[in-house]
């Protein structure tokens, strides 16, 4: 079992920044990857940013070049910053992790962090 706490969603005009967080119960190194999801209003959730444990990075167009997914090992929390925020970005923000269990993947959901781009 995964637990996953966000934390930094809120309200922020459009080209502002935030940061948000997302801390796992257990360390990262377990964890196949790690990503964040988002679902606006009326759309399907969509994958936003991932990265795995060897360092691959995976970013959807929309937010390439304006969003950075980074870790932590130490706190075992994973971060995306984003940047030049959109009001297209509004959405609920959830943090993923991918793990291998007795052969199967499993995916963990954190519970989901709002996210508003509002002038």
């Known amino acids: 079992q995964v637990q996953l706490v966000e934390s ?9 920044s935030l940061r948000l967080s997302c801390a796992a ?14 679902q606006a209003p009326g759309k399907q959730r969509e994958a936003v940013a991932r990265i795995t444990t060897w360092g691959t990075l995976n970013y959807a ?7 950075t997914i980074t870790r932590d090992n130490a706190k075992n929390t994973v971060y995306l910053q984003m940047n030049s925020l959109k009001p297209e970005d509004t959405a609920v ?6 793990r291998w269990e007795s052969g ?3 995916n963990y ?9 509002s002038s």
Do not use: H
């Open 104 to 106: 199967t993947k499993k």
């Open 93 to 98: 923000y959830y943090c993923n992790a991918e």
């Open 25 to 38: 119960s257990v360390s990262i190194f377990s964890i196949y990857a790690m990503g964040w999801y988002r």
């Open 61 to 67: 167009d929309s937010v390439k070049g304006r969003f």
């Open 109 to 117: 959901w954190g519970q989901g962090t709002q996210v508003t781009v």
């Open 8 to 16: 930094g969603g809120g309200l922020v005009q459009p080209g502002g």
